[in-house]
């Protein structure tokens, strides 16, 4: 099956455009993956971004408020609070007035920046609050030594950054670091002047961390979302390329079927033509063109009745009006070719239909059945000339008859104008003589003049009967063998099957006895008479020959019988031509109107009398059938439509 088709595709063409077309969309598919995937980790990293970034703005809070308490602390000179468990005097702080004691006797010791910023620092750390904490190159406390982040940091500053801040991974938590420099200002020299630092200088930095394990978990709805959105508009996307790709899958497709039927209706031997409901030309083949002497381009947009003779005109409408209705076949049409010439077509239309049922055109194909119709009207021709043959035993003894009455009576005639010319050769001389009147009605009597002047008036009415007996016979064999255009013409087929019987008479009487029941009232059929007289002829001289093979198998000199019936069945003409002859076997019964097949023996048949009945049958819009059982004799019906 795939090679098959892959020969097809070879042939037509279509090699290399699925395969493509795949290529194409799976590349395409891919972008797109590739596409939502960039565009979800952007938004991804964007995230992070906007987390470490809001991190940092939380961090820069906090160092700038703990700067801020800080230089108010300092220009404060510092801050005094009372000893106790929590709050012990500061060893790293050497001024004169660290610790005084109140009128009342209160003990107080003074909080400088620093040691303010470590008291808030420890206070945050063990309700989990994120505050600064103070380091430094050369601190005066060891516990605000800078760990390695802290010291790299500080490096960085007094680089001149303004901050220094990163993420960093700490007991398998994410943190946000930030330092920013700690400068010297006047107030601190209080305490920080022994450490050689001046004002201006970078004596140490405050220090925030950030965790990011919030963040993240307050932005985790924000990510689904986003996953979700980015993961709806990709497989959105995908959708969208699905169906753009079995569009163009079903254009291509299309493509290569338009491709591949124009090839067939192009190069094929039949005419394709397709018309609208004025019959004007839509669409035709180059076949159907090239029957016309045409191309296809000169015919499109013309009528096809343009191209008709007078005689398919009215058989086209009719026809065309008929499949309208529902009705189906094919007609025979006569088409002027551009030359001058006719061509002979057999016209197979088929009804277009629009959504609502509604006829809006024909397609139909059409064969140049020129050449056939040819060999028609010879085998036609031939088949005639054949049943003449046939009947040419039958007709001479048919005309033997009268030709001997003929004879007789001329013989009588001659006599009797031999007598009374001699008589009135005798009179001429008697009279002289002057014969008497007895005399005269002797030599009457002696020349039988008065018996022969009684018999003449009989022996010319039997001359008469048998030259117009002679006369119609001929009639109907010159009828039958008539070469040459014929039009249909009213007929009363009572008639015809009357002159059928008449023109057989010689070959069916001495075997059959004929049994005409023919209807009473005329049944009138438009028809070419010459051609039904050649079916009943055929049928009846097939029951000749049955019948005589019948008395042959028997050995019998019984005669057989021959019963045409006609009659009307209702919007029909019937005609029934059966026999008791030896009938047609039950293998032989589908072949009968088949050409050239026949049960005969050899130089009794050519085989091509039923054949050419049932084709002018069809003509004339009938049909022909039969029915038989072995040793039984056959039956053939004939159904034609009646009226003019």
Request: net charge neutral.
């Amino acid at each position: 099956m795939l090679e098959l088709r892959r020969q097809e595709n070879i042939i037509f063409g279509n090699h290399g455009s699925s395969s493509s077309y795949k290529i194409f969309f799976g590349v395409v598919l891919l972008l797109w993956t590739l596409a939502a995937g960039l565009l979800l980790y952007w938004s991804l990293q964007k995230r992070d971004e906007g987390i470490v970034d809001s991190a940092r703005m939380y961090a820069t809070t906090i160092t700038e408020l703990d700067i801020l308490y800080r230089r108010w602390n300092a220009m404060h000179g510092g801050l005094y609070a009372p000893v106790s468990d929590n709050l012990s005097p500061n060893l790293y702080l050497t001024v004169p007035d660290r610790d005084v004691e109140t009128t009342t006797g209160q003990k107080l010791t003074k909080i400088n920046p620093a040691y303010m910023t470590r008291q808030v620092s420890e206070m945050g750390s063990k309700e989990s609050i994120i505050v600064g904490d103070i380091t430094s190159l050369k601190p005066l406390r060891p516990q605000n030594r800078a760990d390695d982040w802290e010291i790299s940091a500080l490096k960085e500053l007094e680089k001149g950054h303004a901050d220094v801040s990163s993420v960093q991974i700490i007991n398998g938590e994410k943190i946000l670091r930030r330092m920013v420099p700690l400068l010297t200002e006047k107030n601190c020299l209080k305490c920080h002047s022994g450490q050689g630092y001046k004002v201006g200088d970078i004596r140490g930095g405050i220090s925030v961390k950030v965790p990011l394990a919030p963040l993240i978990a307050g932005d985790l709805q924000g990510r689904r979302i986003l996953i979700s959105a980015i993961g709806l508009a990709w497989l959105l996307g995908c959708f969208v390329i699905y169906g753009v790709a079995r569009i163009k899958k079903a254009e291509i497709k299309a493509r290569a079927n338009e491709k591949k039927y124009r090839t067939l209706i192009e190069t094929m031997s039949e005419g394709i033509i397709i018309l609208d409901g004025e019959s004007d030309i839509i669409f035709c083949n180059a076949p159907f063109a090239n029957m016309l002497g045409y191309e296809p381009d000169e015919l499109r947009h013309t009528s096809l009745q343009v191209y008709l003779d007078a005689d398919s005109c009215g058989e086209y409408t009719r026809k065309v009006e008929a499949i309208t209705s529902g009705h189906q076949g094919s007609f025979e049409l006569n088409l002027l070719k551009r030359s001058g010439g006719q061509v002979t077509i057999l016209f197979s239309p088929r009804i277009l239909r629009s959504d609502s049922y509604e006829a809006v055109g024909l397609l139909a194909v059409t064969t140049d059945i020129s050449s056939l119709k040819k060999m028609e009207k010879e085998m036609l021709r031939q088949q005639r000339l054949s049943s003449v043959g046939m009947l040419a035993g039958g007709v001479a003894h048919e005309i033997s008859g009268p030709l001997q009455f003929l004879e007789v009576n001329s013989n009588f005639l001659r006599r009797a104008f031999d007598s009374f010319n001699e008589f009135m050769h005798d009179q001429k001389v008697l009279l002289k003589l002057g014969e008497s009147t007895s005399a005269f009605e002797a030599r009457l009597k002696q020349h039988e003049i008065t018996k022969m002047i009684q018999e003449i008036p009989n022996v010319l009415d039997e001359n008469e009967k048998s030259i117009l007996r002679i006369s119609d016979i001929a009639t109907s064999i010159k009828e039958l063998a008539r070469t040459g255009p014929v039009h249909p013409e009213p007929e009363d087929i009572n008639s015809l099957v009357r002159q059928c019987i008449e023109i057989t008479r010689g070959s069916w009487s001495s075997v059959a006895e004929m049994d005409a029941d023919l209807a009473s009232d005329p049944l009138l059929l438009n028809c070419i008479s010459r051609d039904i007289n050649q079916v009943l002829i055929t049928i009846i001289m097939n029951a000749v020959d049955s019948i005589e093979l019948m008395r042959a198998g028997k050995q019998s000199s019984d005669k057989g019988t021959i019963r045409i019936a006609t009659g009307r069945v209702g919007g029909e003409l019937r005609i029934v031509v059966s026999d008791n002859g030896i009938g047609i076997s039950h293998d032989d019964l589908p072949r009968i109107f088949e050409p050239f097949f026949t049960t005969k023996k050899p130089g009794k048949g050519t085989g091509q009398g039923l054949a050419v009945a049932q084709r002018i049958i069809n003509e004339h819009d009938g049909d022909i059938s039969a029915e038989s059982y072995s040793s039984r004799g056959a039956v053939f019906i004939i159904s034609l439509p009646l009226g003019l």
